[in-house]
């Protein structure tokens, strides 16, 4: 049963008055995305799923592109942000790549095989990393992307480019999901990192903190990391045997990202929505736990939506992204998905990002599935390899709207509401509704039909689905 509501509103209001003096841009900074990862037994329909808001303040442009599968020539390489280079394998896998030009970490990917990887912003205490090459930091998830079959292959290649160059930035965690199980990889400026397996039957919630506590590196089926990442904790003199267990997180993480309060109240609000165990803000937090009843998609976007409806915290019912309290649909939000993702059909069918574009408040998930050929006209700036050359070295003009791009729609869309939030939204949510509703309703049927077809004719079968994302990422730009 679920505790009594009062007894942590009075400790968020202790909380509020302790921040009421912070500025919007002060809360949001070093505080960027939310991810939650939910293993197959834990939803409705036995998929691993993944949902993520992606933050970035300042101007930013997002496209959207299909990789195709690449073959390499012998001595091929990727060359790293800092001069150092990784060669690459004989082939590639093909992927969809969420692209926000000129940004070292805000890049999200689904690739042929049904792997998801984003991340989250985790600051550590680490002020002495070893770096080789320059380190690597923007190309790690494209190569564990472009090389991985699985989710738990994408945290070995990825712990291993971290333990051979050096992570460039001060820590961050890496989602990663696939059909069959979801990981967090959590690497801390240098060599050192740390990985840790979602249970089948739980979900887990991240803000911008490092969740991973007590480890077990013996246990492989459901950690796995740097050797020496106890050891190294005591030489630092951040770990004291004598004090109990390790526990990566207190041990590595930055004190500000423990007590920050935009952490706390996310992993709060998010846990809450889907735990049978109501917490309050001062508790600790699991690192992963049972939900209260089995997820579905609408779950999750409901709270990538979220603003802290119902509680003390949505205390601006003008316009919540104009808060000075960070909530999990926020000012900075540059789009949401969620990763269904399942093993037991064809991965090209299976794994599906339900995308929103920019605020997922306001804006319809469309359902964009791993196989389709070709994104719709419009979604992305270049091709997709002139984009790679030019991500750290865009155009003068790259945050020049431009109505052919269709991020500027939903970008010029979510500047309008900020007079009045509730009655924009009202209306928007009528549209949202009725088109969510039908993707929901229907995409059982509409998957059979894909099904049967791949069976007769596969290229007629991903025209299908090309054409189906198409046609509803369109209607988006319509409404």
Not at 121 to 146: H, P, Q
Request: glycine residues 8%; charged residues 25%; negative net charge.
């Amino acid at each position: 049963m679920k505790r009594n509501l009062i007894s942590y509103l009075v400790l968020i209001f202790a909380f509020l008055l302790i921040n009421s003096g912070c500025s919007t841009k002060k809360v949001n900074e070093g505080f960027d995305c939310f991810s939650i990862l939910a293993g197959r037994e834990a939803t409705i329909d036995g998929s691993v799923m993944f949902a993520h808001d992606e933050d970035d303040g300042g101007k930013q442009v997002v496209n959207w592109y299909k990789v195709p599968s690449l073959i390499h020539s012998p001595n091929e390489v990727i060359n790293l942000k800092n001069g150092g280079v990784s060669l690459q394998p004989e082939k590639t896998n093909s992927y969809l790549w969420l692209e926000i030009p000129g940004m070292n970490f805000s890049d999200s990917y689904l690739n042929q095989y049904g792997v998801c990887i984003a991340s989250d912003a985790c600051s550590s205490r680490e002020n002495k990393g070893v770096f080789t090459d320059g380190g690597i930091g923007y190309s790690l998830r494209r190569i564990m992307t472009e090389r991985s079959k699985t989710a738990r292959e994408a945290v070995k290649i990825g712990g291993e480019l971290v333990s051979n160059y050096g992570y460039t930035s001060s820590g961050r965690t890496y989602c990663i999901a696939g059909p069959n199980e979801a990981w967090m990889l959590s690497v801390v400026n240098g060599k050192h990192w740390i990985a840790q397996r979602i249970p089948d039957n739980h979900i887990a919630v991240i803000p911008n903190y490092y969740t991973i506590g007590e480890i077990d590196l013996a246990d492989t089926m459901n950690f796995l990391g740097s050797a020496d990442i106890v050891k190294y904790a005591i030489e630092r003199e951040w770990y004291d045997p004598d004090n109990g267990p390790f526990n990566f997180r207190e041990a590595y993480s930055s004190s500000g990202s423990l007590k920050s309060k935009t952490n706390i109240y996310r992993m709060w609000r998010g846990i809450n929505m889907l735990s049978e165990v109501d917490y309050d803000v001062e508790d600790n937090f699991p690192f992963s736990f049972e939900p209260e009843k089995k997820i579905g998609v609408w779950d999750f976007m409901k709270i990538l939506r979220d603003h802290y409806e119902g509680t003390i915290l949505n205390i601006d019912n003008r316009n919540p992204h104009m808060s000075n309290i960070r909530s999990i649909c926020s000012n900075t939000n540059q789009y949401g998905f969620v990763a269904q993702l399942r093993s037991e059909m064809p991965v090209e069918i299976g794994a599906v990002l339900w995308i929103a574009p920019r605020r997922p408040c306001i804006q319809s998930f469309i359902p964009w599935y791993s196989g389709i050929t070709k994104v719709p006209d419009g979604f992305g700036r270049n091709t997709y390899d002139q984009a790679i050359i030019e991500h750290f070295n865009p155009p003068p003009d790259i945050h020049t709207p431009v109505p052919e791009l269709a991020y500027w729609h939903y970008y010029q869309e979510s500047e309008v509401n900020t007079g009045d939030y509730g009655k924009f939204f009202e209306t928007k949510k009528t549209e949202i509704d009725a088109i969510e509703n039908y993707l929901f309703k229907n995409q059982d049927g509409f998957e059979k039909e894909v099904l049967k077809t791949w069976e007769i004719d596969k290229k007629k079968a991903l025209q299908m689905i090309t054409e189906y994302t198409a046609k509803w990422a369109k209607k988006t730009l319509s409404n």
